[in-house]
């Protein structure tokens, strides 16, 4: 018997504008369930009798530990995977990797290089495929920054989000995931960091319905005028490490601080997020633990945020109302 293709999770853009808005809508539900101590009993045992494999080639703290917690939040079993421990793209096919772990398991949570990689999971796999990150993508994390946006400001339209950093995976779903949600975004990256045309119109495309802008720059300061929430990540991303001395140089002027905020004239009220880890050269301490940082509930949203995921393409098998 032929059995539906299975929906899968590797970028925002897999998403509606309305879809997206609804995970969230379910993430903030799951954050007072969690809170309060009081999970349904149907949502606790939603995934019972499940496993979650997460196969993992490159460290986590935030991703690892929030996908385990949502899978026992839904009464699951976690299967950290790590690099050494699986034949994962070594010794056999990706393919074959995820055929055999997939006819044994309700879904797979993924962390890998390239954007290739999460692919050939996805297409051996006959149960859903999440994308805890890979180089191009990071849609956990974009899902987790629209909620917490959520929670600081009352009215996402009109706001606008200025990235300060590199052109990586972190960005481009964060900015997919803010063009679904009318928030407007400018991105400063150096020169010799330019964001991927196909991503950029990947970008644009997604804010047609909205009516949402991009922008893009290589001027740290055009891109934090008025801006409501600067935003950075790391310079050197996992796997770049051999560029660490060269980048360093090349992102010279780019550490978000007070007093770049102010020269650019951002929002008097600015905030700042960052998906962590952090190192000093992209924010000073003085921003990243100040009243202004949004860091450390941002980080604890990624739990609620992979709830609503697990739920929506697991537990309801990718409907998401
Ligand atoms: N933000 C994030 O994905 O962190 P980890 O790499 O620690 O999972
Ligand atoms: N851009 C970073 C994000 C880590 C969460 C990386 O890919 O390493």
Redesign the pocket.
Known sequence: TATKAPRHLLTIDNLTSDELTKLVDRALVHKKYFKEGNVPESIATSLRGKTVPMLFSK??????VSTEGAVTYLGGHPMFLGKDDIQLGVNESLYDTSKVISSMTSCMVARVGPHSDIQGLAKGSSVPVINA?CEMF?PL?AITDILTIREHFAELKGLKLAWVGDANNVLHDLAIACAKSGINVAAATPKDYPIDIDIVEMIRRAGDETGAVFEVTNDPLVAVKDAHILVTDTWISMGQEAETQLKLKQFAGYQITNDMAAKGGANPDWKFMH???RHKEEVDDEVFYSDRSLVFPE?EN?LYAAIAVLEAFVVNGGKIE
């Not at 460290?59 to 690892?64: A, C, G, M, P």
């Open positions: 460290r986590s703290t935030r991703t690892r990150l990071h994390q998906c962590l880890p980080a990624r």
